[in-house]
């Protein structure tokens, strides 16, 4: 999908909830098939750490389509959050959300690092963006990427 297919706009206070619960939609299928969905836990960890100055919201025709959080470190991006509405996955938007934060890292001369929940289907998407594996616990895998 080309950037021109969707926009994104600066996240603000009042986008928590509506967020959270595009969080809970698009975690569902990757949490239950781990046996771990719980929608308010789900919700209550993104609201907890929610900064609307690290989230970006992704639109499509005007509708919420995803939102990404990307949070400034000392020697590194760290991508927190990329969600994408399921009815929008597949389409690219994901893609092309990571290639604008590529290229923003690599202005910036910083590497990317990420965590994906083992057994979700973003650990594929990540690697398949250039991601390599770091570590990996009983949860989550942790990934980076260098310019």
């Known amino acids: 999908m080309l950037q021109n297919q969707f ?3 600066p996240a603000l206070e009042t986008d928590a909830q509506s967020l959270a619960e595009l969080r809970v939609i698009a975690m ?3 949490l239950e098939a781990v046996g771990r969905f719980d929608p308010d836990r789900a919700r209550n960890r993104f609201l907890s750490a929610f900064v609307a100055a690290d989230t970006k919201v992704i ?3 005007n509708a919420l389509a995803g939102f990404f959080v990307v949070r400034d470190r ?3 991006l760290y991508l927190d959050h990329l969600y ?3 009815k929008y996955q597949g389409t690219g ?3 092309g959300i990571v290639d604008l934060i590529m290229a923003d ?3 910036r001369q910083m590497p990317i690092r990420l965590m994906a929940l083992n057994g979700s289907p973003a650990n594929g998407f990540y690697q398949s963006c250039g991601f390599e594996m770091t570590d990996q616990d009983d949860l989550d895998t942790q990934y980076i990427w260098h310019p």
């Open 7 to 9: 926009r994104i706009e």
């Open 28 to 30: 569902r299928p990757s």
């Open 59 to 61: 639109y499509r025709d």
């Open 74 to 76: 000392d020697d590194h």
């Open 84 to 86: 994408i509405d399921p």
């Open 93 to 95: 938007m994901g893609r």
């Open 105 to 107: 890292a690599r202005a």
